[in-house]
Nanobody
Framework: QVQLVESGGGLVQPGESLRLSCAAS????????MNWYRQAPGKEREFVAS????????NYADSVKGRFTISRDNAKNTAFLQMNSLKPEDTAVYYC????????WGQGTQVTVSS
């Protein structure tokens, strides 16, 4: 069955970095665009970043542009989100999402940015 397993979340101080990973299985990873979404406490889920099937095209929410980088390794069926210069407002549960005709969601990983 389809599985998306996020890892790499944790507690960091403002200005620090984290790298999230999303290990995919159960579908043809290279034919799906990959996305990261997040949901902060009391807020709606929001788009963070996306990457095309080949990695040649990426998009970012304005709030993370210049600080976050999405990437993928189709040979390893894994997507990544490199997060630099983290801010307290980046605190959220981060979800990995595979998209084509359907959307597959991971279970999420908590990122907390606090001093």
């Amino acid at each position: 069955q389809v599985q998306l397993v996020e890892s790499g979340g944790g507690l960091v101080q403002p200005g620090e970095s984290l790298r999230l990973s999303c290990a995919a299985s159960g579908f043809t990873f290279s034919t799906y665009a990959m996305n990261w979404y997040r949901q902060a406490p009391g807020k709606e889920r929001e788009f963070v970043a996306s990457i095309s099937t080949t990695g040649g095209s990426t998009n970012y929410a304005d709030s993370v542009k210049g600080r976050f980088t999405i990437s993928r390794d189709n040979a390893k069926n894994t997507a990544f989100l490199q997060m630099n210069s983290l801010k307290p407002e980046d605190t959220a549960v981060y979800y990995c999402v595979a998209s084509r005709a359907l959307y597959y969601w991971g279970q999420g990983t908590q990122v907390t940015v606090s001093s």
